[in-house]
Nanobody, 125 residues
């Protein structure tokens, strides 16, 4: 599986961006796909995830209500709509894919075995 993330950029606080992650090499079925981010001097952290079948979503508390994860099964593409962006959202955002995961492991980056190259999101104050 190859994942290609795009859509990052520079935006002012309060603005919006939509990230995309195009997958190739296989079609997802029972997989979990998600977004993680790594800010300057910080560890990689979970942002959001979605079960490809059924579309159940999971969010980090820090982005709940502001970010929306979705997927297009026809285009085999994952999205992250980010609204009301804050300077603390500044990070490199990575998309990732995993086999079926139970709820308690969905936020664990080590459970994801496919990763995109990352896209930079910078939010200015």
């Amino acid at each position: 599986v190859q994942l290609q993330a795009s859509g990052g950029g520079l935006v002012q606080a309060g603005g919006s961006l939509r990230l995309s992650c195009a997958a190739s090499g296989r079609t997802f079925s029972n997989n979990v796909v998600g977004w993680f981010r790594q800010g300057p001097g910080k560890e990689r952290e979970f942002v959001a995830a979605i079960r490809w079948s059924g579309a159940t979503t999971f969010y980090a508390d820090s982005v709940k209500g502001r970010f929306t994860i979705s997927r297009d099964s026809v285009k085999n593409t994952l999205y992250l709509q980010m609204n009301s962006l804050k300077p603390e959202d500044t990070a490199v955002y990575y998309c990732a894919a995993a086999p079926y995961l139970i709820v308690t492991t969905i936020r664990n980056a080590q459970r994801y075995n496919y990763w995109g190259q990352g896209t930079q999101v910078t939010v200015s104050s």
